[in-house]
């Protein structure tokens, strides 16, 4: 099949790509490049592993031809932080044991950055529905809202950001 | 077991438009021979699953004409490729179309909220489709254009039964207009499903106006209990021009309950179904009544 | 206890790389000009396969095996039983396929998705045969049968009646037990299928070696069973197969054995002479593994005065196509059985039916929680029907301290050291409102609250006095660096619930060095002693455990070579941690003045050309002490729509002394989720015609619970009991499967309190507690 030049911004760098019509972006990003935190669980959408973010807004990769994304921003886990710069939520998820086997984890880590990024201080109800669409079968989900919770405490108790 | 959901295995030509003319334009070209893309959340689950193939893609969800939420006096048009989440999150709905937030709030999860758009959800042609019965107790009108020309169809009149809808192969959905409701009006839509984020068991939506303490015009749609999301007109007619009391909704709520004939499947029984129409159909005429300004 | 780092919260050593999508699972492995795979898998639930024709994916450039193509080895994929109690039925790929889903053929190709065309250019020919997908119609005589012969051992044995195997035990004279009892109560439970849904798919990736041998890069809980097993289906030199540890994205049993896929890559990447990626995709996946189902008949006799007397079980287990180590499980669920309560004089038969379904294997209790949710439910049928209160009832006749316990059936007993039931029972019942319970009668209203109790355990490990049917025993090696760093080699995997991090604070405790300066090795079979197996919660009391016996060597050499130094006798001298330099020191015993460092003493050791200050080990445990869990759950039953909500539950866990607190917290609340799905949501189930899952291979009919299943943050409540395994590293025994157990069985008792309705099978759905309250089901006080 023919490929198509995409222009994508990939955690900040801009990157020209080819690819064909049924490439998923889920596999872009694995395989051509390199980019592994963004993972396979069930390709249809029901499990979240896959979560990136498009232009801020968390998306499943699994289901997103890499052609329609041609012009966009695209954010996965290697984008968030890195070992030596951790993002104050990965910090939060290691704190509060928020990581067991750690395959879900790129996914609700990114679900976590949008919604504080959309709603600062939210909800225990708010942070729950928020993260339905990815599926954790390790932690019984408590410690990965206490994490995100307890990351939107700080934020909001940071006065740099406390506003009038 | 020849699926593979890894991967996209159907072989196809993508056509990106980012306008309505191309996009019609590439319908009527390959007519017959090519699908709409817009969020994907369902087409490509269908292509994955082997139960849908085409030649030719048209996507059509950058077509920002199409992007739009607006409400002029008292209508409310969509551009279907609105997605989800906007929807949700706009406060003209969440303020004045209940039934409509309600929907949307429930449906699947954030990030397929994101991609999702409205049009797909209605051009899916699911029975389940959450969107449907807020929009079929609004009486919304659909906007179906192709090279041909416009035309105007109530939403009634769109769904034909699973994954069937009146929309002709070289058409695409360009509006969705929601008409002045009236005064003293209320709206709602209640959901069971398996898990939270999930297809609807059951749904239904209620919309009415009231007057003084009686129920002036109300209309009632349930989905996944018919091949397609459907009125229940027999209901309507009791509320109608009554007194607003415990017992009217009741007997509302079990003639609908009587009237429908839903089916098992992998999501519930038909007589689960049954059961809890009137259970959620009761809530929905209370909370639609309640919105409405009415006492109970 | 006052400990360094045993029960102190610490960052998980793979905390950091699982942060930041770095930490590589068998699925994200690449080697370069690596080909990938599909598998061609079966559409019919029996057939005989006349002919395989693969030209047409071969012209497609792509390299195909089948049947006549790998090795004609029988084997079982579990191998953790010794071999003369090993059943073995499966071949590497089969010529009579037993169940949709079963591969048949597989192909290998540049690009997956050559692979998959390729796949689907195979032609294959049946001879399409009966089947049988109900266990008791497949115990009929006139049932078509899946095997004539399968091996034990090495032996061949014939099946009859599609009987895969038995299990029959009898404890005493429980007819005599029976006749002394005043009542005697007997019920039918039925326990489904589910669905591990590990959040990673099983995977391997299989590079072929210069020197003829192979790497496996796979989702497994063994490396070492792995290797083995490969070793002998292919015939190579064990020294010639590596296969990595690496982490793995949950397992809760799915990847126990080494699975059936991996032989398929390896078949192909030794044809292709190229390395093969083989990756699940998540409809292949749920065509290879369900959790155990089981219908199971119990009757247990009482005295007036609440005294077991006696008891009968006999259990069904439908295995489906294969057995994935059947025979242990039937013993595994008469031990769980017997272990409960003192039963007297007791019976258990148990058998395991051969049908044409996805093959069943351990999930998370290994016939754990199915007997756990017959006896917990029936605990409380007793209590009702007999007018006594379910916790003092169970307080009579637990088995605890001093009691033999069954620890994986009737060849693997130890007695009992610690226990903390009677604390959890009082403790959960005061956190709860027990004495404030009321019975359903009192309820009224569309919504009704109630509440449950069960209590469960699971054994930690299989270890005992004497070595039974099981192999259990674990291997470290560690070593002290130059600058007083320690390396820690384990082949014990990880599933996520910490047995790494533990095994470093084990080491950190003994050793005295602070927990950052403890590493977990990169590991390969090649790199480590055996470990049979990260299953029977046996990775912190048995894996530890070898750990903690390999310190201490470490500890007497490391005093040896200080003695040198400091001229003093190793006797005297001890070690200590001082946090003010975050190092270690050798010091004279209450004489610190006199000391040196470790990292001094390792560097020395090296310029003194003395050697490396290293130990490698084996270690047997020789307990199997139980782990106990205490369930209290309360639920809200919505009696319109039968939709249960559970505002409340409470935890409480008896695992002696808590290694990772956070991670024992993690473990409960983890198995709470997995428990209400057990309990309410989950059901793998197949059409009964054609033998096709219901779900079609796609989770969006195979629910599990999601975020806002789960009750809220500060409604779970978590308590460990204040015990102290006496054979455990630093006291510690295991909770990984315990943590399960009884969650299923509080959750139906506590639907019969608010509603008085007892339901015998699970999930409890909403459809079936709404039919059971229009009067489909009997009701009960």
Redesign the interface.
């Known amino acids: 099949m023919e490929k198509r030049l995409i222009k994508v911004t990939i955690n900040g760098k801009l990157r020209e790509l080819f690819v064909k019509s049924n490439d998923l972006l889920l596999n872009v990003l694995r395989n051509d490049l390199n980019l592994m935190g963004t993972k396979y669980g069930c390709g249809i959408g029901e499990c979240g592993a896959c979560t990136v973010l498009l232009d801020g807004q968390t998306v499943l990769a699994c289901l997103i031809l890499a052609v329609t994304v041609d012009g966009q921003e695209i954010t996965t886990i290697e984008g968030m932080g890195d070992p030596v710069q951790l993002h104050p939520l990965q910090e939060s998820f290691i704190e509060h044991g928020a990581v067991q086997c750690g395959f879900c984890t790129p996914g609700m880590l990114l679900a976590g950055e949008a919604l504080l990024k959309e709603n600062p201080n939210p909800s225990e109800e708010e942070i729950r529905e928020y993260l339905r669409g990815n599926l954790c079968r390790c932690t019984g989900y408590a410690a990965i809202v206490k994490a995100i919770k307890s990351e939107a405490k700080s934020q909001s108790a940071d006065p740099g950001t406390l506003s009038e | 077991?020849?699926?593979?959901?890894?991967?996209?295995?159907?072989?196809?030509?993508?056509l990106?438009c980012p306008t309505l003319a191309e996009a019609l334009n590439c319908l009527s070209k390959y007519n017959g021979k090519a699908k709409i893309?817009a969020g994907?959340?369902d087409l490509?689950?269908k292509m994955?699953?082997g139960l849908l193939q085409c030649q030719y893609?048209i996507?059509v969800?950058?077509i920002e004409a199409l992007n739009y939420l607006i409400s002029d006096k008292k209508t409310l048009r969509i551009g279907p490729m609105i997605n989800l989440?906007s929807i949700e999150k706009n406060e003209q709905v969440k303020a004045y179309y209940s039934a409509l937030f309600e929907a949307v709030r429930s449906m699947?999860?954030?990030?397929?909220k994101?991609?999702a758009t409205i049009g797909g959800n209605l051009c899916n042609g699911s029975p389940a489709a959450d969107t449907a019965p807020p929009l079929l107790v609004y009486g919304a009108t659909l906007k179906l254009s192709s090279m041909r020309g416009d035309r105007i169809v109530p939403v009634e009149e769109f769904f034909l039964g699973p994954s069937q809808t009146v929309l002709e192969s070289d058409e695409l959905l360009t509006e969705i207009c929601l008409p002045d409701l009236g005064d003293q009006v209320g709206s709602s839509f209640l959901k069971?499903g398996?898990?939270?984020?999930?297809?609807a068991k059951i749904n239904v939506a209620v919309c009415l106006n009231r007057n003084g303490k009686t129920v002036g015009n109300c209309r009632i749609a349930f989905g996944s209990v018919a091949p397609t999301p459907i009125r229940i007109p027999e209901a309507e007619e009791i509320l109608k021009g009554q007194e607003m009391s415990d017992e009217l909704i009741v007997k509302a709520a079990k003639a609908a309950a009587g009237l429908i004939k839903p089916i098992t499947d992998?999501?519930?029984?038909n007589?689960?179904r049954q059961?809890?129409s009137k259970?959620?159909l009761e809530e929905g005429i209370r909370s639609a009544w309640q919105r409405a300004g009415g006492e109970l | 206890m006052d400990f360094q780092v045993i029960g102190k919260v610490l960052p998980r050593k793979d905390g950091i790389a699982k942060v930041c999508g770095k930490e590589p699972f068998a699925s994200d492995i690449v080697v370069p000009h690596m080909l990938y795979a599909v598998t061609l898998r079966s559409e019919h639930a029996h057939a005989e396969i006349i002919k395989i024709d693969t030209s047409e994916a071969e012209s497609m450039g792509a390299v195909c095996i089948t049947p006549t193509e790998v090795p004609d080895f029988t084997y079982n994929e579990r191998t953790v039983s010794i071999p003369e109690k090993t059943f073995c039925d499966r071949k590497v790929l089969p010529r009579r396929v037993r169940h949709v889903g079963e591969a048949i053929a597989a192909v290998a190709a540049e690009t997956e998705e050559l692979a998959f065309r390729a796949m689907q250019a195979i032609k294959v020919e049946y001879n399409v045969l009966p089947s049988v997908l109900d266990p008791e119609e497949a115990m009929q005589p006139e049932a078509a049968s899946l095997y004539d012969e399968i091996l034990l051992g090495k032996q061949q044995l014939k099946v009859k009646n599609n009987v895969a195997c038995e299990r029959n035990i009898v404890i005493g004279d429980p007819e005599a037990g029976f006749a002394a009892a005043d009542y005697i109560v007997e019920r039918d439970y039925d326990l489904p299928r589910i669905y591990h849904h590990q959040m990673e798919t099983k995977t391997v990736v299989c590079q072929p070696e210069a020197n003829g041998g192979i790497t496996i890069w796979t989702t497994t809980q063994t490396i070492h069973n792995v290797r083995q097993l490969l070793g002998q289906i292919f015939e190579l030199p064990l020294s010639k197969i590596n296969v990595k540890k690496l982490s793995i994205g949950g397992s809760f049993g799915s990847s126990i054995q080494m699975n059936s896929m991996i032989p398929i890559c390896v078949a192909l990447a030794l044809k292709a002479r190229c390395p093969v990626k083989l990756v699940s995709s998540r409809e292949d996946d749920i065509h290879d593994h369900v959790k155990f189902p089981a219908r199971i008949k119990l009757k247990v006799g009482v005295t007036k005065d609440a005294k077991i007397v006696a008891a009968d079980m006999r259990v069904l287990v439908d295995i489906g196509a294969h057995q994935i180590n059947s025979y242990p499980l039937l013993g595994c669920m008469s031990g769980w059985y017997a272990s409960l309560y003192k039963w007297q004089d007791f019976r258990f038969d148990g058998t395991a039916v051969y049908t044409n379904k996805v093959p069943g294997c351990a999930m998370q209790g290994y016939g754990n929680p199915e007997v756990n949710f017959a006896v917990e439910s029936h605990m409380d049928v007793i209590a009702n029907e007999c007018g006594f209160d379910p916790i003092e009832f169970r307080l009579k006749n637990y088995v605890g301290i001093g009691d033999e316990f069954w620890g994986q059936g009737p060849t693997v007993k130890s007695i009992i050291k610690s226990c903390g039931v009677e604390e959890m029972l009082t403790v959960g019942a005061e956190k709860i409102g027990w004495s404030e319970r009321r019975s359903s009668q009192a309820k009224t209203g569309r919504y009704r609250k109630g509440v449950g109790i069960a209590r469960g355990f699971h054994t930690s490990g299989t270890g005992g006095p004497k070595p039974g049917e099981v192999i259990d025993y674990s291997s470290a090696t560690i070593k002290i660096n130059e600058d007083g760093t320690v390396d820690v080699l384990s082949p014990v995997m990880d599933l996520g619930g910490g047995t790494g991090e533990a095994t470093v604070k084990v080491v950190a405790e003994l050793l005295k060095v602070p927990y950052d300066k403890v590493e977990l090795a990169i590991v390969d079979t090649r790199t480590t002693g055996y470990d049979v197996n990260t299953h029977a919660t046996r990775g912190v009391y048995c894996g530890c455990g070898a750990a903690l016996h390999v310190a201490k060597q470490v500890k007497i050499k490391l005093l040896e070579f200080a003695s040198r130094i400091l001229e003093e006798n190793p006797d005297d001298l001890d070690l200590s941690y001082e946090p003010e330099d975050n190092k270690t020191i050798i010091h004279v015993k209450r004489f610190k003045q006199k000391q040196i460092s470790i990292g001094e003493v390792a560097k020395l050791a090296q310029i003194y050309s003395w050697g490396t200050i290293a130990v490698s080990d084996s270690y047997r445990q020789r307990n199997c002490p139980p782990c106990f869990v205490a369930h209290f759950i309360e639920v809200e039953v919505d009696t319109w729509t039968g939709i249960v909500k559970v505002p409340r539950a409470i935890l409480l866990a008896d695992s002696g002394t808590p290694i990772n607190p956070d991670m024992l917290e993690g473990q409960l609340i983890g198995s709470l989720s997995r428990g209400l799905g057990y309990a309410a949501y989950e059901s793998t189930e197949n059409d009964l015609e054609t033998g096709k899952l219901l779900c079609g291979g796609f989770i969006t009919d195979n629910k599990i619970p999601t975020s806002c299943e789960m009750p809220l943050m500060d409604n779970i409540q978590v308590y460990f009991a204040h015990t102290y395994e006496p054979t455990g590293p630093f006291g510690a025994k295991g909770i990984g499967e315990a943590a399960l157990n009884s969650v299923a069985a509080a959750y139906a008792n506590a639907i019969y309190n608010a509603i008085g309705i007892r339901f015998y099978q699970t999930p409890i759905t909403p459809e079936r507690i709404l039919q059971a309250l229009e009067g489909g089901a009997s009701v009960e006080n």
């Open positions: 077991m020849k699926t593979n959901t890894k991967i996209l295995t159907s072989e196809f030509e993508y990106e893309l994907g959340t490509l689950i994955k699953s893609l996507f969800k950058k989440r699947a999860a954030t990030s397929v994101n991609m069971l398996r898990v939270s984020a999930d297809i992998k999501r519930s029984t007589s689960y059961q809890v259970v959620i």
